[in-house]
């Protein structure tokens, strides 16, 4: 190091590659950052948006299994649709299938959309930090294990929303001739 240098405060070291001096801050060019702050692309990602898209989806779980305002004003909907369609008359069986079956399979498909969207963010909280610059520290414990629930919650609130739209968990009531 030379006397002009060790009075500015840099030392120069070559660098093998390509030769260039390399600062004290580890600035190549060698002029100092003014605004004092570093290269955006040398900061670590903090995690937070992987954290917060899994709470996320362990809510959406939550919603898809005890279900939503969405969910029971889409069936209000089907309701006041099938009193519509069997107000002049029809079968009881008619007005089962229209006044409750559909109500019943508008709210299972409501629920299952939320079981979805709760699977696909937790699946995209957990496998996020695969993506992208890697990290130095691991995804916190806590995120995997939330992230981890809300696909839980999504799966089985997806099971649970198909069982309800199919009518394998509980059939139609069915009307039975008078005696």
Known sequence: MTKKAAAEGT?????????DAVTEDGDEDGDEDLDGLDDESAKEPSGLGAAAA????AGLGVVALTGS????????RETLIGQIKTS??????QQISEIYGDAWHSTALVNGLFALLALL????????????????QPQPGWVRAVATAGIVLGVLGLLISVGMYFDLIVALPTATAAQ
């Not at 899994?54 to 989806?57: K, N």
């Not at 002049?88 to 069986?93: D, K, L, Y």
């Not at 963010?121 to 130095?136: D, K, M, N």
């Open 11 to 19: 030392s120069y070291d070559l660098d093998k590659v390509t030769g």
């Open 54 to 57: 899994a709470v996320v989806a």
């Open 69 to 76: 305002w969405t969910g029971k004003v889409a069936a209000e």
């Open 88 to 93: 002049g008359g029809g079968t009881a069986a």
């Open 121 to 136: 963010v937790g699946i995209f909280a957990l496998v996020r930090p695969a993506f992208g610059v890697p990290s130095a």
